[in-house]
């Protein structure tokens, strides 16, 4: 049985009143995105049509989802909220903090007593409030949620951005900083502006090497990192019914590589099969009930132009597979063309690693399929030229894959089967072959592949493809090797070639676990006890920000970032995850990644105050001591990737006031505005250049302070000089009222208490 099924059928007994009186209002077919979001107003039944890219909107999620990394922020924030439990269903889940090295029974071991503090804080404050708690092993937080929590027609919001991962079951799934989380678990509404629509048809079927992974990584190269912003993709058409729902999960997973505010598919006979198969037959009745407002309106796909802000239309048929990178997600490169490309950049040839899982690609039919590959070396006697990790989704995966023998294929081919986590995706591998910043080549089946990402290594070039592509390029240990034309020789000296791949879309015997790890909380929990030592290095208590107030004059130019600059850079992952859950020790990391736009060096800035050059945070605490509040300025999409809270906490916590750019990630600016801080955009993107290295700043009109309206800096260089420029905003009253409290969080707490 589900999880939650009340809420569920409560959701289902509205929706096609809700629907329907949507429907009138709007006057016209409605896409599944649209029904979902008219469907969880926090107003209930829809009165008004709302202006896509323009009306801030407030809605009711039905979930909350909170992986361990960004919960210890969230739930620190939650406990001044003054509240004894939380108002939806959330869950938190231990998968980021087990770091891979050996494989999965010491890694687990050395990650219980590494974090043991962390985990406990999180098991213990889940227990008070209410919290569903996956302990440490038990999976993937992405996966997990597709196998227990996420429903049709549903809304969720989750402390990750890849949240968006439950699209692949029909929901309308968000990303969000953990002040977001915090206003839905303290029973308020959560506040976004009303998407822009992108319609994806997919005709036909991926057959041979090609796999639903390929949908997502030709989509990123034709929309970019940015050309999802402010959009929710929504894919249909018959080619879309002819994915498995897993592999729908991985599309909508990787949609935050474009930027969008979420990916979704409406609900069909995969999903049905996929509920069923997790032990939610229940679910699957009450969906089939109500199936015509769980997709989109027949008009709409019939007629897409008309309906979506932008189409796309994919042949399943000819799509071929892709590999992307390294260094950014959405540089697409089918296989077989990026010999020629890697030869022409210099990128290395020899493939050192191949890594399969990760929350995008470790279901159960991503196994198999990779599987099938790895079998056809072992079986023809071909020994891998790279290495091999393998991170299974969940326990329960993990379980039945070993059960049907699929992870014994791996081991035949010395892979190392890793911990049910991250693992290498967000940077928690130590990675025992590679020294330094020795110039090499990985292969993987995860989302992300920025620099320095998976090893910490800025020289590591990374490559996005399928698990089974992934099999196939890390066996041959070649980046430019196509498995569809080329052949390897085995140890016998024989010519051979791979076969096309062939997955299992859900174990025949079914899905089977002994221990999921999972803990339901107690009823009451107003005798749990939390206790944080003032001594941790792991946590820390918060203190609420003042507010930065409406006079802000001689701030000093902190960093101007040049070029990509993503969560990252701004806040590491890797070795700084032990951090999270303490504001003061994670902000040593501020932007370290960042490469300043004076001297092209990283970590290195101007102390105006000293003359002398020295790290990011250094000199931003330096300001901070001295009562001198600082500016970062930035490039295009600041702040994409990860929906890490910290990279807007840190630079609140160490007396940034504003950061200014050409344009921004939608999570990261709603993290800035949440945070009480200034998220500011060029006017005119062409005054990026007019900013100089011992710039003072001055904010003009900042007592004006109002929705719709400009605001005025005056930029005063070293030689007496000084530009005026415009920078616009996108806050409206409420956020603006968050602006003069000092945070989102002060405000709650404030209307909390009167």
């Known amino acids: 049985m589900a999880f939650d099924i009340d809420m569920i059928k409560k959701v289902y007994s509205t929706m096609s009143e809700r629907v329907d009186a949507a429907r009138k209002i709007v006057g016209k077919p409605l896409t599944l995105s649209e029904k979902i979001l008219y469907t969880h107003l926090w107003d209930g039944t829809p009165t008004k049509a709302f202006v896509r890219g323009k009306d801030y909107v407030d809605f009711a999620p039905d979930r909350i989802a909170c992986q361990d990394a960004t919960a210890q922020m969230a739930l620190l924030q939650f406990m001044q909220a003054g509240k004894a439990k939380v108002a939806v269903p959330t869950t938190v889940h231990c998968d980021h903090l087990i770091q891979a090295k050996q494989g999965a029974g010491p890694d687990l071991i050395r990650a219980n007593e590494t974090s043991s503090e962390v985990f406990d804080f999180l098991a213990s404050v889940s227990n008070k409030y209410g919290i569903g708690f996956w302990k440490p092993g038990a999976g993937i937080i992405h996966q997990v949620v597709l196998e ?50 992108i319609g994806v048809k997919l005709t036909g079927n991926i057959n041979g090497w090609t796999s639903a992974k390929d949908v997502i990584l030709k989509v990123a190269g034709i929309l970019t990192v940015k050309g999802g912003t402010g959009a929710i993709v929504e894919y249909f058409g018959p080619g879309a019914k002819n994915l498995s729902c897993t592999g729908k999960g991985t599309i909508c997973n990787m949609g935050a590589e474009i930027g969008a505010t979420t990916s979704t598919f409406g609900y069909d006979d995969s ?42 239309e994919i042949n399943l048929d000819t799509l071929r597979p892709h590999l ?53 070396a072992v079986d023809k006697n071909i020994v891998s030229k790279s290495d091999f990790g393998i991170n299974p989704g969940s326990e329960q995966i993990r379980f039945t894959a ?76 070649r980046l430019d090797f196509d498995p569809m034309n080329d052949y390897l020789i085995n140890e016998d000296g024989e010519k051979v070639k791979l076969e096309e791949p062939r997955g299992i879309e859900l174990p025949p015997l079914g899905f089977e676990v002994e221990e999921a790890g999972y803990v339901e909380p107690v009823k009451d929990g107003s005798s749990v006890n939390i206790s944080v030592s003032p001594t941790s290095e792991r946590l820390q208590l918060l203190t609420p920000f003042e507010p930065l ?55 290195f800035v101007k102390n105006q105050l000293t003359g002398e050059f020295g790290g990011v945070p250094d000199v931003a605490r330096a300001y901070k001591a001295a009562g001198v509040k600082s500016i970062v300025v930035g490039d295009h999409n600041y702040g994409e990737g990860s929906s890490r809270e910290h990279a807007a906490m840190e630079p609140r ?17 709603t993290n800035l505005k949440k945070q009480g801080m200034l998220g500011l955009t060029f006017a005119n993107e ?69």
């Not at 919001?157 to 968006?164: A, F, K, L």
């Not at 940077?427 to 089946?445: A, C, F, L, Y």
């Not at 160490?654 to 600016?669: D, M």
């Open 148 to 197: 227990n929590y996420a429903f049709p027609g549903g809304m969720m919001i989750g402390t990750d951005s890849h949240t968006v991962n439950a699209g692949g079951l029909g929901m309308v799934a968000i990303g969000v900083g953990g002040a977001d989380a915090v206003d839905v678990m303290a029973g308020m509404a959560w506040e976004l502006k009303f998407p822009k629509l």
């Open 271 to 312: 999903m049905e099969r996929y509920l069923r198969a997790t032990d939610r037959n229940d679910i699957a009745d009450e969906a089939n009930k109500i199936r015509e407002y769980l997709t989109g309106d027949d008009e709409v796909y019939a007629n897409p132009e008309k309906h979506f802000d932008q189409v796309i």
């Open 324 to 376: 992307n990178g390294p260094f950014t997600p959405d540089l697409a490169t089918p296989v077989g063309e990026l010999g020629p490309k890697a030869k022409e950049n210099g990128w290395p040839l020899k493939v050192d690693w191949g890594l399969i899982g990760s929350c995008t690609n470790s279901s159960y039919e991503d196994l198999t399929r990779a599987a099938s590959i790895a079998k056809q």
């Open 402 to 477: 070993e059960r049907d023998g699929i992870l014994k294929i791996f081991e035949d081919l010395n892979a190392t089967i890793f911990t049910n986590a991250c693992g290498p995706c967000i940077g928690q591998w130590d990675r025992s072959d590679r020294k330094g910043e020795e110039k090499n080549t990985i292969v993987h089946s995860f989302n992300r592949n920025f620099s320095k990402r998976a090893d910490g290594n800025p020289n590591t070039h990374a490559f996005v493809g399928s698990p089974e592509m992934v099999a196939a390029i890390a066996i041959s240990g």
């Open 549 to 603: 107030g409406n006079d802000i004059k001689g701030a000093k130019l902190l960093i101007k970032a040049f070029g990509k600059c993503t969560t990252d850079h701004i806040s590491m992952a890797g070795p700084w995850l032990r951090f999270r859950g303490h504001l003061d020790n994670i902000s040593n990391n501020m932007l370290i990644g960042a490469v300043n736009a004076f001297g092209k060096k990283t970590n």
């Open 653 to 669: 916590h160490l007396g940034v006031a504003a950061v200014i750019v050409k344009s921004f990630a939608r999570i990261h600016e």
């Open 686 to 754: 062409s005054d990026y250049d007019l900013i100089q290295e011992d710039d003072t700043i001055n904010f003009l009109d900042l007592n004006e302070f109002a929705p719709d309206k400009p605001l005025t800096l005056e930029f005063v260089h070293k030689d007496g000089s000084k530009d005026v420029i415009k920078v616009n905003h996108t806050y409206n009253q409420a956020q603006i009222d968050w602006y003069n409290e000092g945070s989102a969080l002060n405000l709650i707490k404030k209307q909390n208490a009167s």
